[in-house]
């Protein structure tokens, strides 16, 4: 089946770095990809959405000097959490969908940030 | 986006079917219904995606009436490792109004008893 692939799966960094975390699908083509963040015993929240050869869409109150997204081609997006600070660590997962419409999104296997 | 509810939780024991229900009353035209199933630490697993009326593979069945304004998951003979949250979403394929985006609900805390 369709696998999404994220890399690192666990990161620990000082105030002030800035991390980038990688998601690639890997048996299939995706115009799309979404980035979602997700905290303790809480929900998935979508952060923004990733288009291949396009800037990003950011939802609402999502600081997009912050989270700086990339997707240079059809099976690789990055998300860069610049200056990364404590309140910013968080289990951040993406997602990406197969160019046919059709087909569900994939997810990756997050990665947890923490920010010392 | 359309809005789905879920209970917050539900308890099962091995071996029983467990359905659970997801309303959606503002669902559009374009868009399918997928549940996804997670583990803590882990990224959410695509379980079924349906349409309209019924859906089954290997793992579940997925309940769609005519008015598609809820959906229902069944999961046949349960067992522990079913133990996870389990999240209904509703959005539309590339080239619908909502470009595939899909809102998370809080998502059904089932858990599995000996």
């Known amino acids: 089946g369709a696998v999404v692939s994220q890399h690192p799966s666990w990161v620990i960094c000082k105030s002030g770095t800035s991390v980038k975390i990688e998601c690639r699908s890997l048996d299939f083509q995706a115009t799309t990809m979404f980035w979602y963040r997700q905290f303790p015993k809480q929900s998935l929240m979508l952060m923004a959405t990733s288009n291949e050869g396009s800037k990003a869409t950011y939802e609402q109150g999502v600081e997009k000097d912050k989270f700086l997204i990339n997707h240079a081609s059809l099976t690789l997006s990055t998300l860069t959490v610049t200056s990364a600070h404590p309140e910013d660590s968080s289990f951040y997962i993406c997602?990406?969908?197969?160019?046919?419409?059709?087909?569900?999104?994939?997810f990756g296997d997050g990665t947890r940030l923490s920010i010392l | 986006l359309a809005k789905t509810t879920q209970p917050i939780s539900m308890d099962s024991y091995e071996g029983q079917e467990v359905n659970i229900t997801c309303s959606h009353n503002n669902i559009a035209t374009n868009d399918y219904i997928t549940w996804y199933q997670q583990f803590p630490s882990q990224g959410p697993r695509f379980i079924i995606q349906?349409?309209?009326t019924k859906v089954t593979n290997e793992v579940a069945s997925l309940f769609i009436p005519a008015d598609r304004k809820s959906s229902t998951l069944s999961l046949p003979r349960v067992s522990l490792s079913d133990t996870a949250v389990y999240y209904c979403?509703?959005?539309?394929?590339?080239?619908?109004?909502?470009?595939?985006?899909?809102?998370f609900g809080q998502g059904t805390i089932l858990t599995v008893h000996p």
């Open positions: 349906g349409y309209k």
């Open positions: 979403l509703v959005g539309g394929p590339a080239g619908g109004t909502s470009y595939g985006k899909l809102t």
């Open positions: 997602s990406a969908r197969d160019w046919r419409g059709d087909q569900p999104q994939h």
